[in-house]
């Protein structure tokens, strides 16, 4: 195995693409760019002498055992905390997006492996980041990009390092992950039981959804939450404001264009619906990150569209202040224009180029297409945005892209919730950590009976997703912060019993 020390700290990128939309991956992006400069000051104080970088050559096909090609798979380790040669090993998977030394450098798994004396490891999921070969994008090689050969790939893994350190049994393994990633934790536990003893899935959607305008309900709801500052006026102002926008289209797409400042006038019928989706992910993407978004929080959005002050005087109409909106989103990401073309979109796909380790709107898309669908739709009367989101005008592009036929796509997500039980997966020691403001709570596992058994759940009523995830800040919400001694207790909870386990099978060994 071959290591590179870290030389520095790196600009974090996206936590994940959940979502398809261009601006809520932007602001996804800019969110963990943020929580880099919020633990800098933190990672000063870390011994970056313990970080080391490896790679795997991985089976490209895990299931193919007469295929030999493989792919580098990168990962990084923190032996900083590590109590040898006993202590736990903690987990942080990757997601659709790269790994960095940050991922074994500071968030709450970090502290929790600070105070456990665990070793750190962040692994990197195949295709994202490093971990792709030079013609991984090709249509014909996305083949081997999955949910199912990225589990293998953990499996392997673990015996790889088990190897590496020298571990036993003695050493227990707990897994971490958000959103996506969050899910692949719960998935992992529930397929390798014998290989992590315990997981913790935050804002995780282990349930697949090919039309997901529950997204778009959730969102409409947190807006009139007024504990996160929200109200019925608001989420009235936003129905208003693009019910508004779509009429204005029909009449006089010059002007929409115009005061939104869209690099191109919206004239064909797919363009046009880029912008309503364009326009819906500003709102969408404050909601469902809302005071860890470096935009504008909940509160923030409401008070833009709801204010009645002098200061409003001349965007008194509902369609002016989502104008207004459009206006702070670009003048915060210091974009000219709002890029509206669904041929530029398409073309940007379509490029099968490894250009740099940020690339994963193409694989995201893949995956949508092949596993888990997540279209966010709002062709329900109670979505708050416009009905031009269609379930058909969103899943087109996978027959564009990959050529991968709409009528496919039921089976597909169907498949999925098959092979990994939906939203009721049976699994044991698997926390379940969801914000309440967060739409993809809606996709996850709660609060209940479940198989006879309830599930183990902490449920943040009043904060957005993966927040918990994230190292504790002074001003934090008092939810927040009792959610992660919440999430503390349950792990020291597994670690005590795995020991525990450990002590009776050792006992029985040696009474034999």
């Known amino acids: 195995m071959v290591f590179s020390k870290a030389q520095c700290l790196v600009l974090l990128l996206l936590w994940n693409f959940t979502d398809a939309g261009r601006i809520l ?17 933190h990672l000063l104080t870390v011994a970056l002498q313990h970080v080391k970088e490896g790679r795997i050559h991985q089976q490209l096909d895990h299931f193919n055992r007469q295929d030999a090609k493989t792919f580098p798979q990168r990962f990084f380790v923190n032996e900083a905390f590590w109590q040898r040669p006993d202590g736990p090993v903690f987990l942080f998977i990757g997601g659709e997006g790269p ?28 295709y994202y980041g490093e971990s792709i070969n030079p013609d991984g994008l090709k249509t014909e090689n996305l083949a081997h990009l999955s949910s199912q050969q990225a589990l293998t790939d953990l499996a392997v893994l673990h015996q790889y390092i088990v190897q590496s350190f020298s571990l036993s049994r003695r050493n227990i393994w707990i897994s971490f992950g958000g959103s996506y990633s969050g899910a692949l934790s719960a998935w992992f536990r529930g397929k390798f039981p014998h290989l992590v003893f315990g997981a913790v899935a935050s804002s995780a959607p282990v349930k697949a959804e090919l039309d997901f305008s529950a997204y778009s309900d959730a969102v409409g709801l947190s807006l009139m939450n007024e504990a996160v500052g929200g109200s019925e006026k608001c989420v009235s102002a936003v129905r208003e404001a693009f019910g508004a926008t779509e009429a204005l289209m029909i009449r006089n797409v010059s002007q929409v264009a115009k005061d939104f400042r869209c690099c191109q006038t919206p004239k064909d019928h797919r363009d046009q619906v880029e912008l309503m989706q364009s326009l ?47 206006q702070i989103y670009r003048s915060s990401s210091e ?17 099968t180029t490894v250009q740099s380790e940020r690339r994963a709107e193409r694989q995201w ?12 739709t709002c062709e329900d009367a109670s979505c708050p945005f416009s009905g031009m989101v269609t379930l058909r005008s969103q899943t087109e592009i996978c027959l564009e892209l990959f050529g991968i036929s709409q009528k496919s796509l039921p089976g597909r997500v169907a498949f999925t919730n098959r092979y990994y039980g ?31 058994e309830e599930a183990e759940s902490v449920f943040i009523g009043d904060s957005a997703h993966c927040a918990d995830m994230a190292r504790g800040r002074v001003t934090d ?26 002590k009776i099978f050792d006992h029985k060994q040696m009474k034999q």
């Open 25 to 41: 991956m932007n602001m996804k992006q800019r969110v963990r760019d943020v929580q880099l400069q919020r633990a800098k000051q």
């Open 365 to 376: 898309t893949y995956q949508t297409c092949t596993e888990f669908g997540f279209y966010q």
């Open 335 to 351: 974009e000219p224009c709002l890029d509206v073309s669904h041929e530029k979109t398409v073309k940007n796909l379509m490029d």
């Open 477 to 502: 919400r008092r939810s927040l912060k009792n959610a992660r001694q919440e999430i503390e207790k349950h792990v020291e909870s597994w670690l005590k019993t795995a020991q525990q386990e450990k």
């Open 422 to 452: 939906g939203d009721e997966p049976h699994t044991h020691r698997v926390l379940y950590v969801n914000g309440g403001v967060d739409p993809w709570k809606e996709l996850s596992v709660g609060n209940r009976t479940d198989g006879g």
């Open 99 to 126: 790994v960095y030394e940050f991922d074994v450098l500071a968030g709450h798994h970090v502290d929790m492996a600070a105070e456990h004396g665990a070793l750190l490891l962040a692994v990197e999921h195949r």
């Open 280 to 326: 819906a992910d500003i709102v969408m993407g404050t909601v469902q990150y809302n005071e860890e978004s470096v935009l504008m929080s909940i509160s923030d959005l409401c008070g833009v569209m709801t204010n009645q002050s002098a200061a409003y005087e001349t965007e008194r109409e509902p369609y002016q202040r989502l104008v207004k909106l459009s």
